[in-house]
């Protein structure tokens, strides 16, 4: 027996995941190619997180629509993953940015 979800769910998560996706991409290229010289290992720090949330973020519209009982639920998880993924890269982001740890110009 299917699980019933209300109208439209699946088509918000996947539209909420993508517009997430979009904001990862203008992340990377805002702050991995406008910034001064080339890349850091302290780089990886913020690198690594948003890399993986980014993909957690992109599979999740393919999670969603899966023909399984408990696609949604997934879809949900992996939006929450991906999500705190990106923020944690935000957050480091900043505090990198704020403190000027490896060599980052301060704000």
């Known amino acids: 027996m299917t699980e019933e979800h209300p109208q439209g769910s699946v088509v918000g998560l996947c539209s909420a995941a993508a517009t997430c996706f979009a904001v990862c991409s203008a992340f990377l290229g805002f702050w991995g190619f406008q910034g001064w010289g080339s890349w850091r290992a302290i780089d990886s720090l913020v690198l ?38 990106v923020w944690l890269a935000l957050c480091i982001a900043t505090i990198l940015s704020v403190t000027g740890l490896g060599g980052i110009p301060k704000i």
């Open 48 to 85: 690594l997180p948003l890399a993986i949330g980014s993909l957690v973020l992109a599979i999740t519209p393919y999670v969603a629509t899966r023909p399984r009982a408990n696609a949604v639920a997934a879809a949900r998880m992996f939006f929450l993953i991906g999500v705190v993924l």
